[in-house]
T-cell receptor, first 117, second 112 residues
Framework: AQTVTQSQPEMSVQEAETVTLSCTYDTSESDYYLFWYKQPPSRQMILVIRQEAYKQQNATENRFSVNFQKAAKSFSLKISDSQLGDAAMYFCAYRSSWETSYDKVIFGPGTSLSVIP | KAGVTQTPRYLIKTRGQQVTLSCSPISGHRSVSWYQQTPGQGLQFLFEYFSETQRNKGNFPGRFSGRQFSNSRSEMNVSTLELGDSALYLC???????????FGPGTRLTVL
């Protein structure tokens, strides 16, 4: 069974600085998808970024980028120029390919990010 | 395009009662998943439906059940409520396959 680990329960960053959130996963599959979700205090879960395992190029969305290391099964999220609105719980998630497990998604335990003004 | 909606947003029940939660996916989305979120256990997968068929089920007792209708709306039911069922229940929808999930605001269930 797949597992997702986020070793940092809490992190903090100064406004305008850069922070990296860690995520590792365990799987025997070769085709899968990885996501970072953000859950602000309002509780609405929002997709931040996604990565297809077959793509070697790291995904980027504005100030958010990932470092995807498939061999190491690592998927870290880098937030540049941190803003107060980035304060939230961040979840790393793994999803098997449709052919194997349809729409089942495994979430990590989350990292609570605080942004210091 | 309207997002995922969940009703009710808040619910208070007593032990032994049953509850039904509703989820309306984004228009065109045929896959609906349910999650239970608690401070201690985090986000746990309950089940997933696609075209009215349950495709995956998490490790929850039989008291938790669900269904999906032909219009892709989904309901989950919890019977014989226990104190430990108090949680935020999240619904997520997706187009299929490679597409990411879009989450609703959740239903906060409190069992007294």
């Amino acid at each position: 069974a797949q597992t997702v680990t986020q070793s940092q329960p809490e992190m903090s960053v100064q406004e305008a600085e850069t922070v990296t959130l860690s995520c590792t996963y365990d799987t025997s599959e070769s085709d899968y998808y990885l996501f970072w979700y953000k859950q602000p205090p309002s509780r609405q879960m929002i997709l931040v970024i996604r990565q297809e395992a077959y793509k070697q190029q790291n995904a980027t969305e504005n100030r958010f980028s990932v470092n995807f290391q498939k061999a190491a099964k690592s998927f870290s999220l880098k937030i540049s120029d941190s803003q107060l609105g980035d304060a939230a719980m961040y979840f790393c998630a793994y999803r098997s390919s449709w052919e194997t497990s349809y729409d089942k998604v495994i979430f990590g335990p989350g990292t609570s990010l605080s942004v210091i003004p | 395009k309207a997002g995922v909606t969940q009703t009710p947003r808040y619910l208070i029940k007593t032990r032994g009662q049953q509850v039904t939660l509703s989820c309306s996916p984004i228009s065109g989305h045929r896959s609906v998943s349910w999650y239970q979120q608690t401070p201690g256990q985090g986000l746990q997968f309950l089940f997933e439906y696609f075209s009215e068929t349950q495709r995956n089920k998490g490790n929850f007792p039989g008291r938790f059940s669900g269904r999906q209708f032909s219009n892709s709306r989904s309901e989950m039911n919890v019977s014989t409520l226990e104190l430990g069922d108090s949680a935020l229940y999240l619904c997520a929808s997706s187009l299929a396959e490679v597409y990411e999930q879009f989450f609703g605001p959740g239903t906060r269930l409190t069992v007294l």
